[in-house]
C-alpha cells in the first residue's frame, strides 16, 4: 500500500506543481503515456493533456492547493482517494474522490473523479 499511497501523493502534487518543468516531470513519473482523466468540469489525455488542463486550473484559480484528506483504498488495480483543495488555507472550495486505475508498471492509467464540492463557476447563487 505505501507504493500506493506515493503514487497517489505524486498525483497530489502534480495539482500543486506551478513550474512546468517540474510538473511534467511528475507527470512522466506519474501517469502512463496512454493516461486518461475525467471528471465533471475537467477533461484530459495522455501527458500533455494532463499537463494543460492541470495548468489551465492553476490559472483559473492561482494559489489553489490540492491535498490529500484520508487513506488509499485499493484492491487489485484499482484505488480510490479522497482530497480537498483551498485558497492560503481557508475552507475548501471543491472536494471530492477519485477512484483510478493502476497500469502494471505502477503508474496511474486513469483517473475518474466525483466532486462533493465545488465552486459556482457561474458567479450566481445556487438554489
Known amino acids: 500500500m505505501a507504493d500506493l499511497t506515493a503514487l ?6 502534480i495539482w500543486n506543481e506551478e513550474d512546468p518543468a517540474s ?20 477533461e484530459g489525455d495522455g501527458p500533455a493533456g494532463i ?9 483559473q484559480f492561482p494559489g489553489l492547493r490540492f491535498r490529500r484528506t484520508g487513506g ?3 484492491h487489485h488495480d484499482q484505488i480510490r482517494f479522497p482530497w480537498e483543495a483551498s485558497m492560503n488555507g481557508a475552507d475548501p ?3 471530492g474522490v477519485d477512484f483510478g486505475v493502476v497500469a502494471k508498471d505502477g503508474r496511474l492509467a486513469a ?17
Not at 29 to 35: F, M, N, S, V
Not at 51 to 56: E, R
Not at 111 to 127: C, E, H, K, Q, R
Open 72 to 74: 488509499v483504498d485499493a
Open 23 to 42: 510538473r511534467q516531470r511528475l507527470i512522466a513519473q506519474t501517469w502512463t503515456t496512454e493516461a486518461r482523466y475525467r471528471d465533471p468540469m475537467l
Open 93 to 95: 472550495v471543491i472536494a
Open 51 to 59: 499537463d494543460a488542463m492541470t495548468a489551465a486550473v492553476q490559472a
Open 111 to 127: 483517473i475518474t473523479g466525483f466532486l462533493d464540492l465545488a465552486p459556482d463557476l457561474a458567479g450566481g447563487a445556487s438554489s
Open 8 to 13: 497517489v501523493d505524486r498525483y497530489i502534487a
